[in-house]
């Protein structure tokens, strides 16, 4: 019997590297999933995401955004009539109090205009660190780590991090990959966690980084069982890329919801 020597940090780095080329290779889409055109919209945005799929956030926001365009709007917003507009994303009440604040604390401290420093943003009420590397990665093309709870669920399946602390995750994983490819290394990462690498059930058998995962096996490994697992408008592709017959995956697939 052969025991395998315990990986080292180059073979990690290395191996991380492979993940991240093979990610890109195989989610040429991702991108930031909830719908924006400016910092202040995306910030709105990712406080609404909060227990809330982006999906039923795009619902709800090109209304709210053709009704309140600015910080000054929101820091004047009727209170009723905005917990109206966010209903359907939940928690409507902590986040029209969020989102009410953001507004005055923008106006009183930053001229209306959302800040493109981390240590500014983080003060901001309804901004977390995790939020706030979302605002800079992709408002302000500052390059930044989104852990969120795929994001953690999937470094920790490639052994890439034993960290389980957020920030500390957000170190781990930043020192394997050059800091111009944080933000899209994030998309890709948490496009792979929702179309593939779920968190019950993930599609080993149809996943394209099978080779490179010690958590292989996870999920079913026989080809047509993981293909129903495929998620997203890219199922069929997703299986293609791995040799599936995309006919195995069901229809309804493309048009699932992603968490
Ligand atoms: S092989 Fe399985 S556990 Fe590993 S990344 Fe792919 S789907 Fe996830």
């Given at each position: 019997?052969?025991?395998?020597?315990?990986?080292?940090?180059?073979?990690?780095?290395?191996?991380?590297?492979?993940?991240?080329?093979?990610?890109?290779?195989?989610?040429?889409?991702?991108?930031?999933?909830?719908?924006?055109?400016?910092?202040?919209?995306?910030?709105?945005?990712?406080?609404?995401?909060?227990?809330?799929?982006?999906?039923?956030?795009?619902?709800?926001?090109?209304?709210?955004?053709?009704?309140?365009?600015?910080?000054?709007?929101?820091?004047?917003?009727?209170?009723?009539?905005?917990?109206?507009?966010?209903?359907?994303?939940?928690?409507?009440?902590?986040?029209?109090?969020?989102?009410?604040?953001?507004?005055?604390?923008?106006?009183?401290?930053?001229?209306?205009?959302?800040?493109?420093?981390?240590?500014?943003?983080?003060?901001?009420?309804?901004?977390?660190?995790?939020?706030?590397?979302?605002?800079?990665?992709?408002?302000?093309?500052v390059p930044g780590i989104?852990?969120?709870?795929?994001?953690q669920r999937l470094v920790?399946?490639?052994?890439?991090?034993?960290?389980?602390?957020?920030?500390?995750?957000?170190?781990?994983?930043?020192?394997?990959?050059?800091?111009?490819?944080?933000?899209?290394?994030?998309?890709?990462?948490?496009?792979?966690?929702?179309?593939?690498?779920?968190?019950?059930?993930?599609?080993?058998?149809?996943?394209?980084?099978?080779?490179?995962?010690?958590?292989?096996?996870?999920?079913?490994?026989?080809?047509?069982?993981?293909?129903?697992?495929?998620?997203?408008?890219?199922?069929?592709?997703?299986?293609?890329?791995?040799?599936?017959?995309?006919?195995?995956?069901?229809?309804?697939?493309?048009?699932?919801?992603?968490?």
């Open positions: 019997m052969t025991t395998r020597s315990p990986e080292t940090d180059l073979g990690r780095t290395r191996r991380a590297r492979r993940i991240g080329r093979e990610l890109t290779a195989t989610h040429p889409d991702a991108h930031c999933e909830l719908d924006h055109s400016n910092a202040l919209e995306l910030a709105v945005a990712t406080i609404l995401s909060a227990q809330c799929t982006d999906k039923k956030v795009n619902e709800v926001t090109p209304k709210l955004f053709a009704r309140y365009r600015s910080a000054a709007d929101y820091a004047g917003a009727d209170r009723t009539e905005l917990e109206e507009l966010i209903r359907p994303t939940g928690f409507y009440r902590n986040k029209t109090s969020s989102l009410i604040n953001l507004g005055r604390q923008l106006c009183e401290r930053y001229d209306g205009e959302v800040p493109g420093k981390l240590a500014d943003l983080v003060t901001l009420p309804g901004i977390g660190r995790k939020t706030a590397n979302v605002i800079l990665g992709n408002a302000f093309d989104t852990v969120d709870t795929h994001f920790q399946r490639w052994g890439l991090t034993t960290e389980t602390d957020p920030v500390k995750i957000e170190h781990a994983i930043g020192a394997l990959y050059p800091k111009r490819d944080w933000t899209m290394l994030s998309h890709r990462i948490i496009f792979h966690g929702r179309r593939v690498c779920h968190a019950r059930k993930p599609a080993c058998g149809a996943c394209t980084l099978a080779r490179l995962c010690p958590a292989y096996g996870t999920g079913p490994t026989e080809p047509a069982a993981a293909a129903k697992l495929l998620k997203g408008p890219r199922a069929r592709d997703l299986a293609a890329a791995v040799g599936i017959d995309p006919d195995l995956v069901p229809p309804q697939a493309a048009v699932a919801d992603v968490p």
